[in-house]
T-cell receptor, first 113, second 115 residues
Framework: AQTVTQSQPEMSVQEAETVTLSCTYDTSESNYYLFWYKQPPSRQMILVIRQEAYKQQNATENRFSVNFQKAAKSFSLKISDSQLGDTAMYFCAFMKFSNDMRFGAGTRLTVKP | DAEITQSPRHKITETGRQVTLACHQTWNHNNMFWYRQDLGHGLRLIHYSYGVQDTNKGEVSDGYSVSRSNTEDLPLTLESAASSQTSVYFC??????????????FGPGTRLTVL
């Protein structure tokens, strides 16, 4: 079974600083997808960034970027120029080609003014 | 605009009662999913469907059932509610199986309390 581990239950960062959230996963699959979702206090799940395992280039979406290390099964999220609105729970997720998605336990990020 | 809705948003019920949570999407997506969210566990997959008349068990399916009679709806039924099923439930949908653009779109969630 696939497992996703987020080793940092809580993190904080000063506004405008950079923070990196860690995620590791375990799988025997060669083709899969990785995601980071954000869940603000509203509870809505919002897709932040997506990475296809067959792509070597790290995905980037504005201030959000990932460091995907396939051999190490690592998928960290870097948030640059942190903003107060980035305060949320962040979930790393692994999905097989069949759309079966597994989530990590989450990291609670607080951005301090 | 297309959306995915859940009802009710909050529900309190008693142990042993049957409860049905509704999920409706207007994306015309083939795939629909039910998750539960508990502290320390993230989201865990309960059941999923790849199309009408198709249903599959997920990681934590015991005590839950689903049926898919049309594209838009996937109701989740708790046959006999237990206190361990107190949780926040999310419905999600995605375009098609195996697609490169297989982002799952989530509903707003239903908070269920079983007393």
């Amino acid at each position: 079974a696939q497992t996703v581990t987020q080793s940092q239950p809580e993190m904080s960062v000063q506004e405008a600083e950079t923070v990196t959230l860690s995620c590791t996963y375990d799988t025997s699959e060669s083709n899969y997808y990785l995601f980071w979702y954000k869940q603000p206090p509203s509870r809505q799940m919002i897709l932040v960034i997506r990475q296809e395992a067959y792509k070597q280039q790290n995905a980037t979406e504005n201030r959000f970027s990932v460091n995907f290390q396939k051999a190490a099964k690592s998928f960290s999220l870097k948030i640059s120029d942190s903003q107060l609105g980035d305060t949320a729970m962040y979930f790393c997720a692994f999905m097989k080609f069949s759309n079966d998605m597994r989530f990590g336990a989450g990291t609670r990020l607080t951005v301090k003014p | 605009d297309a959306e995915i809705t859940q009802s009710p948003r909050h529900k309190i019920t008693e142990t042993g009662r049957q409860v049905t949570l509704a999920c409706h999407q207007t994306w015309n997506h083939n795939n629909m999913f039910w998750y539960r969210q508990d502290l320390g566990h993230g989201l865990r997959l309960i059941h999923y469907s790849y199309g009408v008349q198709d249903t599959n068990k997920g990681e934590v399916s015991d005590g839950y059932s689903v049926s898919r009679s049309n594209t838009e709806d996937l109701p989740l039924t708790l046959e006999s509610a237990a206190s361990s099923q107190t949780s926040v439930y999310f419905c999600a949908s995605s375009a098609r199986r195996g697609s490169s653009y297989n982002e799952q779109f989530f509903g707003p969630g239903t908070r269920l309390t079983v007393l």
